[in-house]
C-alpha cells in the first residue's frame, strides 16, 4: 500500500506519518525500487498503534522508545509492557477524574433549579449550604 493509501486509510496526514517514521514512531518502512515506501500489513499494525496510542496521550518520546525497543535483537518485552501499563494507569486515573467531574455535573443540574430558589428567597444559612467535596457521590 501506498503512503496515501495508508494516510487515508488512518485518516492522518502524509507528513504525519512520514513524521512517525523519521523519529521513530514507527519502523523505517521498507521502500519499492523506485523509493516509494510499501507499507505492509505490519506496517499499518504500528499506524494503528500509534494513533491509537497517541490517543492515550502517550508521548511522542514513549511512542519512540516502544518502537525502538520492538526493533531490538534483546528481550525487551518487559519494557514495552511496562510502557503500556503505565499509560493504562494513567488512563485509569483520568477516567476515574473525568466520572467524578461528570458526577459532579449530574448532580449539579439535578439540583439547580432547587439552589436558584433557595438563593432567590433570601440569605442561606451556612447550615444550610451543601459541602460538595463531602457529598460520596461526588468525592475526589
Known sequence: ?????AA???????????YYEKVGVIPPVKRDKNGYRNYTTMDLNWIFLAKSLRKTGLSIESMIEFA????????VSKAQKEILHDQLQQ??????????????LV?????????IAQFQAGPVEE????QLWKMAHVKG
Not at 488512563?91 to 459532579?104: C, G, H, K, P
Open 1 to 5: 500500500m501506498n503512503i496515501k493509501s
Open 8 to 18: 487515508k486509510m488512518f485518516e492522518l496526514s502524509i507528513d504525519t506519518l512520514r
Open 68 to 75: 525502538t525497543l520492538a526493533q531490538s535483537s534483546e528481550d
Open 91 to 104: 488512563i485509569e486515573t483520568r477516567i476515574f477524574e473525568m466520572e467524578q467531574a461528570r458526577d459532579l
Open 107 to 115: 448532580h449539579k443540574i439535578a439540583t439547580y433549579d432547587k439552589h
Open 127 to 130: 447550615k444550610d449550604i451543601e
